[in-house]
């Protein structure tokens, strides 16, 4: 069993940042892919960025390449979403999601998900 627990949200200025937290208690955790995604209001969850179990490739939705980035540390069994730059569209409930598929992150299906974290980035 995988739980995770994401920290980390809160409210920051347009053109601040933000480093996200996800934390798991599983033993397992080291084998699976991470990814994060997020949800605006009134709007469907998507994908922001992924990272494959051994950290050594990653993924990122086009909207934040470039200011976003995904780390993992396996040894503490947490992935981090380093967010800079950070636009108000950017304002969102962040979740991290837990995925045993090796393939594309936006194509898996994802085993466990964390409770989310709110970010709110003001104008």
């Known amino acids: 069993q995988v739980q995770l627990v994401e920290s980390g949200g809160g409210l920051v200025q347009t053109g601040g940042s933000l480093r996200l937290s996800c934390a798991s208690s599983?033993?397992?955790?080291?084998?699976?892919?991470v990814a994060w995604f997020r949800q605006a209001p009134g709007k469907e969850r998507e994908f922001v960025a992924a990272i494959s179990w051994s950290g050594k490739t990653t993924y990122y939705a086009d909207s934040v390449k470039g200011r976003f980035t995904i780390s993992r540390d396996n040894a503490e069994n947490t992935v981090y979403l380093q967010m800079n730059s950070l636009k108000p569209e950017d304002t969102a409930v962040y979740y991290c999601g837990a995925t045993s598929y090796s393939g594309p992150p936006t194509r898996a299906t994802y085993d466990y998900w964390g409770q989310g974290t709110q970010v709110t980035v003001s104008s």
């Open positions: 599983g033993r397992t955790f080291s084998s699976y892919a």
